[in-house]
Nanobody, 125 residues
Framework: QVQLVESGGGLVLDGSSLRLSCGASESLSGYATGWFRHAPGKEREFVAA????????YYGDSVKGRFTISRDTAKKMVYLQMNSLKPEDTAVYYCVAGRTVITSNIRNPNAYASWGQGTQVTVCA
């Protein structure tokens, strides 16, 4: 399985921006790649993802219009640009990848075989 390492988390103020990065141990060609987040006391939440072809992006309703997922396949990197951050965005953010993800399960965390260790994002009011 591909190994993933996130970076870029931190403590920011309400309304700030932050960019998360995710480096992969091998080519992400053929993988759906994306981000989930997990806040204390809540279930894991889908944030954003690329389809396996890379041609389609998906976003969770709570981040649509504020977050942007991108990737550089040559550098084996996936990014999450987060703008207009809110305190409710506070969570551990995980980079994910999966070879068998399809449209119907792209928002399901169980569809992804590879997870990074997570990076903490804290947004203060």
């Amino acid at each position: 399985q591909v190994q993933l390492v996130e970076s870029g988390g931190g403590l920011v103020l309400d309304g700030s921006s932050l960019r998360l990065s995710c480096g992969a141990s091998e080519s992400l060609s053929g993988y759906a790649t994306g981000w989930f987040r997990h806040a204390p006391g809540k279930e894991r939440e889908f944030v954003a993802a690329f389809s396996r072809s890379g041609g389609t992006t998906y976003y969770g309703d709570s981040v649509k219009g504020r977050f942007t997922i991108s990737r550089d396949t040559a550098k084996k990197m996936v990014y999450l640009q987060m703008n207009s951050l809110k305190p409710e965005d506070t969570a551990v953010y995980y980079c994910v990848a999966g070879r068998t993800v399809i449209t119907s399960n792209i928002r399901n965390p169980n569809a992804y075989a590879s997870w990074g260790q997570g990076t903490q994002v804290t947004v203060c009011a």
